[in-house]
């Protein structure tokens, strides 16, 4: 479903046409997975938030 929605996106022209939109359903899957492993391990709200705004700031296909 996800990999889906990337298709549509790089269609509509908001994702490059470079990036396969499997592989970027794949990396979100990751990033999602490893927060789910730090949170478990005790992260913290605010630790959690900065990884995230840390892999936000630069997506990789831009």
């Known amino acids: 479903m996800l ?11 908001d994702l490059p ?3 396969e ?3 970027a359903a794949v990396y979100v899957i ?7 492993v730090r949170a478990a ?3 913290s709200r ?6 995230a705004e840390l892999a936000l700031l630069k997506l990789p296909w831009e």
Do not use: I, K, N, Y
């Open 3 to 13: 990999t889906e929605r990337f298709t549509r996106t790089r269609e509509a022209g």
């Open 17 to 19: 046409s470079t990036v």
């Open 21 to 23: 939109p499997r592989h």
């Open 30 to 36: 990751a990033l999602s997975q490893g927060f789910a």
């Open 41 to 43: 391990s005790g992260a």
């Open 46 to 51: 605010e630790d959690l938030r900065s990884l």
